[in-house]
């Protein structure tokens, strides 16, 4: 299971964030049995119901199961699991997968500079409307589970437009993955999406490794696990959507990605509740 811990004393900014999914979802679960926390200020009745009591202002947010598996405290912190939020970079915002986005990835996605160096079982040619039945049926309900973390990336000065993806995913030797439209290739936003969700990936869902299959030829992902800290560990052959090609595991562990980050005097990312616009 995911989580996100979020101090006590910042419950009260939360709440907008809570109430900003509420307006934007249009289909909820609404679970009626389930149990009170311990604390005064945060009470859960099942999923994905959520009380934050704020004195005398009771505040009742419905969430989807998306969002919220189930919320405990445990000592000063409130520790919300299954949780996939909103990140941000200098230049992106990282906006958790939704079923409304299949239709800018079916029109961006099937390009074969995107595709070539993905794994086979990417099919190619691209059948018409898989990118709407890929999310349906397979990654909504992955995320769901808390199994895997998927966002869209867009830029901050158009929101509004997808531009790619980036995912997290529990598997021995392939913890991540990620594609951008090619409109964007070479800027290094994509260098900057690694870095948000290698953050998560560490301090959210407390993993102690993150490793990334790569093809030898794919110099442009190489590239981004050579600039965020990354190494390789094994060597191998893969099928990829353009054939067998030699391929690379490439690894961090949570250690050196902080010892990483201290080297480049990049602070400690705030995982918290900020709605995107």
């Given at each position: 299971?995911s989580?996100?811990?979020?101090?006590l004393?910042e419950?009260?900014?939360?709440?907008?964030?809570f109430?900003?999914?509420?307006?934007?979802?249009r289909?909820?679960?609404i679970?009626?049995?389930g149990?009170?926390?311990?604390?005064?200020?945060i009470a859960?009745?099942?999923?994905p119901?959520?009380?934050?009591?704020?004195e005398?202002?009771v505040?009742?947010?419905?969430l989807?199961?998306?969002?919220l598996?189930?919320?405990?405290?445990?000592?000063?912190?409130a520790?919300v699991?299954g949780?996939?939020?909103?990140?941000?970079?200098?230049r992106?915002?990282l906006?958790?997968?939704?079923?409304?986005?299949?239709?800018?990835?079916?029109r961006l996605?099937?390009?074969?500079?995107?595709v070539?160096?993905?794994n086979?079982?990417v099919p190619?040619?691209w059948p018409?409307?898989?990118?709407?039945?890929?999310?349906r049926?397979?990654?909504?309900p992955?995320?769901?589970?808390?199994?895997e973390?998927?966002?869209s990336?867009?830029l901050?000065e158009?929101?509004?437009?997808?531009?790619g993806k980036?995912?997290l995913?529990q598997?021995?030797?392939?913890?991540?993955?990620?594609?951008?439209?090619?409109?964007w290739?070479?800027?290094?936003?994509?260098?900057?999406?690694?870095?948000?969700i290698?953050?998560?990936?560490?301090?959210?869902?407390?993993?102690?490794?993150?490793?990334?299959?790569?093809?030898?030829?794919n110099?442009?992902s190489?590239r981004i696990?050579?600039k965020?800290?990354?190494?390789v560990?094994?060597?191998?052959?893969?099928?990829?959507?353009?054939?067998?090609?030699?391929?690379?595991?490439w690894?961090?562990?949570a250690?050196?990605?902080?010892?990483?980050?201290?080297?480049?005097g990049?602070?400690?990312?705030?995982?918290?509740s900020?709605p995107?616009?």
């Amino acid at each position: 299971m995911s989580r996100i811990i979020l101090p006590l004393n910042e419950c009260e900014q939360d709440i907008s964030y809570f109430r900003n999914l509420h307006r934007e979802q249009r289909k909820f679960v609404i679970y009626e049995s389930g149990f009170v926390l311990n604390h005064p200020k945060i009470a859960l009745f099942g999923s994905p119901t959520i009380l934050i009591f704020m004195e005398r202002l009771v505040v009742r947010i419905t969430l989807p199961r998306l969002y919220l598996h189930s919320v405990r405290c445990r000592g000063t912190l409130a520790i919300v699991r299954g949780v996939i939020v909103p990140l941000e970079t200098k230049r992106l915002f990282l906006r958790p997968l939704q079923l409304a986005d299949a239709a800018e990835t079916e029109r961006l996605f099937p390009q074969w500079e995107i595709v070539k160096f993905l794994n086979a079982v990417v099919p190619w040619p691209w059948p018409k409307g898989l990118a709407l039945r890929q999310y349906r049926d397979v990654v909504l309900p992955a995320m769901e589970r808390g199994e895997e973390w998927h966002w869209s990336l867009r830029l901050k000065e158009s929101p509004e437009r997808l531009i790619g993806k980036i995912s997290l995913h529990q598997n021995e030797f392939d913890n991540r993955g990620y594609w951008l439209g090619l409109p964007w290739q070479g800027q290094g936003l994509m260098t900057e999406a690694v870095a948000a969700i290698n953050d998560y990936w560490f301090d959210v869902l407390g993993f102690k490794v993150l490793r990334a299959p790569k093809a030898v030829a794919n110099i442009a992902s190489r590239r981004i696990s050579e600039k965020t800290g990354m190494h390789v560990i094994a060597t191998l052959e893969r099928d990829y959507v353009s054939g067998r090609l030699p391929a690379e595991i490439w690894e961090i562990t949570a250690e050196e990605w902080r010892n990483w980050k201290r080297k480049e005097g990049r602070p400690g990312r705030r995982f918290g509740s900020k709605p995107l616009p």
